[in-house]
């Protein structure tokens, strides 16, 4: 069974960066399709953006494209979350997140779909002030 280790959250002023990484083990890491979700307080848990096995394919939410900027790296099998331009909105827990490819093929709308993926990560807070 696969493990999904978040790190890289922390408190950053409005217009900061933070880069998270997930980081996971056991089985074979390029096949595996990853997403990133948050969650904020009182809210339910939303997608923010994916990434194939490969890395060939992606998908961002409206409202971080062009800030947000997903990427992987098999050979040292991480996952990144690059987070430019945060605003306050943006504070949350953050989580990745493995794909289920037992049960769905990795396209839209399943890969905006938290039920879609069947691994969780511990998440890592990520707050930012005005």
């Known amino acids: 069974q696969v493990q999904l280790v978040e790190s890289g959250g922390g408190l950053v002023q409005a217009g900061g960066s933070l880069r998270l990484s997930c980081a996971a083990s056991?089985?074979?890491?390029?096949?595996?399709?990853i997403g990133w979700f948050r969650q904020a307080p009182g809210k339910e848990r939303e997608f923010v953006a994916s990434?194939?096995?490969?890395?060939?394919?992606?998908d961002y939410v409206d409202f971080v494209k062009g800030r947000f900027t997903i990427s992987r790296d098999n050979a040292k099998n991480m996952v990144s979350l690059q987070m430019n331009s945060l605003k306050p909105e943006d504070t949350a827990v953050y989580y990745c997140a493995g794909y289920n490819t037992g049960h769905y093929s990795f396209r839209p709308p399943y890969w905006r779909r938290p039920q879609s993926y069947d691994n969780w990560g511990q998440g890592t807070q990520v707050s930012v002030s005005s």
């Open positions: 056991g089985r074979t890491f390029s096949s595996y399709p």
């Open positions: 990434i194939s096995g490969n890395g060939g394919l992606t």
